[in-house]
């Protein structure tokens, strides 16, 4: 081997040696995340612990001495009322008893002096006034109250067996988040429960933005796993954590160990200043007023935002009457004053549930909206046609296979175009007042 040869091998060795330090120090970083990541939680969990057991002992003591408050104070009640009667009943009888000796006095002053007809006279008559056979009546000891307690010995039981039960640590939360995906002002959050022996009843998903610090918000509670969070800034980074609890508990489980993410997407706009439609701040809400009563055009998109390859969801957040010049759905362009989707050039569903492809309305038919109804258009491009075009497509240059989903069902149908550019714009139309659409 030559020089030059050896040279370059050396060059190599010495590339190679540079990658791999390279690996091993992000994976170092990764490994001291970790570590920080074990520490950090075990930190806070032995201070929630400690806060919770402080808290409950606290809580317990006050408990324990306001029942025991309670109590002392029924019995002092009862000791009242019950010595009441038996008070008057006392002073009734010492009444007696000091009458009792004033009389033997005068009885007896009234022997020594002989037989002096007055005074005997006199003192029996007193004696004859006191009544000396009536005798109050005392109640029997059966009859008295006989104050007590019953304290249940099992309350320390129940206590220890419910105290040594109380309170879990786990290595993991039941529930992760498994995927972030971007969507034009939103971000798809979806989750999977990795522990099995917990029955989850319901989910609830939480967010707050990276910088600042902020307090979380709930984005959603329910029993899907997957969730749209909506009216994210874009080019901002946020948090997502998830929780669950089984059923019949209050309690939720730890949380999910929180997952950054942001999306690059300009959020998707409703167009201002059609007449029938007053729009959010965000403009990506538009409600049907009743400022064009005869007559109501399609309302569009600010922009030809949507684009093949991702999901648009147009979601029911208020139902009016249906009509069938109604619906949602996308289109190619703007065309002014029409009042509904279902021409060419445009894919939409009619608030009865119809699907239009180019103006023809197709065989298959969707749940008619509602009030919480979610339709979602997903677009892909499965053909493009050279100049001389395909006579069997009618002159089409593109065809876009449209997935429409609504609710559980959906329909798959093929969308001919004479041309597509690199965005759609989507729109609505309601003949009637009452329906108000979210866009995302």
């Known amino acids: 081997m030559d020089a030059e040869a050896m040279r370059q091998e050396a060059k190599e060795s010495i590339e190679a040696a540079q990658n791999y330090r390279r690996e091993l120090q992000l994976r170092l970083t990764g490994l001291k995340q970790a570590c920080t990541q074990v520490r950090g939680s075990s930190s806070q969990a032995r201070d929630a612990l400690r806060r ?41 009888i010492l009444q007696g008893v000091g009458q009792a000796d004033h009389l033997l006095r005068e009885g007896e002053a009234a022997l020594r ?110 029993g899907d796993s997957e969730v749209v969070v909506v009216d994210l800034d874009p080019q901002t980074e946020h948090l997502f954590r998830v929780s669950a609890r089984s059923d019949g508990r209050s309690s939720w489980s730890p949380w999910s160990v929180p997952q950054p993410g942001s999306t690059s997407l300009a959020p998707h706009e409703w167009s201002p200043g059609t007449d029938g439609y007053i729009l959010s701040s965000r403009r990506n809400i538009a409600m049907r007023c009743d400022s064009a009563p005869s007559r109501c055009p399609v309302l569009y998109s600010n922009a030809p935002t949507y684009c093949c390859g991702q999901t648009l969801t147009f979601k029911v957040s208020a139902a009016g009457q249906a009509d069938h010049r109604d619906g949602v759905g996308v289109c190619v362009e703007r065309e002014n004053g029409r ?21 023809k309305e197709m065989t298959n038919r969707l749940p008619a909206l509602a009030l919480g109804s979610a339709v979602t258009f997903d677009m892909e491009v499965v053909a493009l046609f050279t100049a001389g075009n395909d006579p069997s497509e009618g002159g089409a240059n593109v065809k876009l296979r449209v997935t429409i989903g609504c609710g559980s069902r959906e329909v798959v149908c093929d969308w001919l175009l004479e041309a597509a550019g690199d965005g759609l714009f989507f729109g609505c139309c309601f003949a009637h007042t009452g329906w108000k659409v979210l866009v995302y």
């Open 339 to 359: 009042e509904t989707l279902q021409r060419d050039q445009a894919v939409c569903i009619s608030t009865k549930g119809a699907v239009f492809v180019n103006g």
């Open 52 to 92: 919770h057991f402080s808290e409950l002992q606290a809580a317990a003591t006050r408990l324990l001495a306001a029942r025991l408050a309670q109590l002392v104070s029924q019995v002092d009640a009862l000791e009242e009322h019950s010595l009441r009667p038996l008070t008057a009943c006392q002073t009734l």
């Open 113 to 222: 002096c002989g037989l002096e007809e007055d005074k005997l006279g006199s003192f029996n008559q007193k004696a004859l006034n006191i009544q000396l056979d009536s005798l109050p009546e005392v109640p029997a000891l059966v009859d008295v109250a006989c104050v007590s307690v019953q304290l249940d010995d099992c309350v320390l039981d129940v206590l220890k067996e419910r105290i040594v039960l109380h309170g879990s640590v786990s290595s993991h939360p039941p529930v992760q988040i498994i995927e972030l995906q971007e969507r034009p002002g939103a971000m798809l959050v979806r989750w999977a429960k990795v522990d099995e022996d917990f029955s989850v009843f319901d989910y609830r998903l939480q967010y707050r933005r990276t910088a600042g610090g902020g307090a979380y918000e709930d984005a959603y509670v329910g």
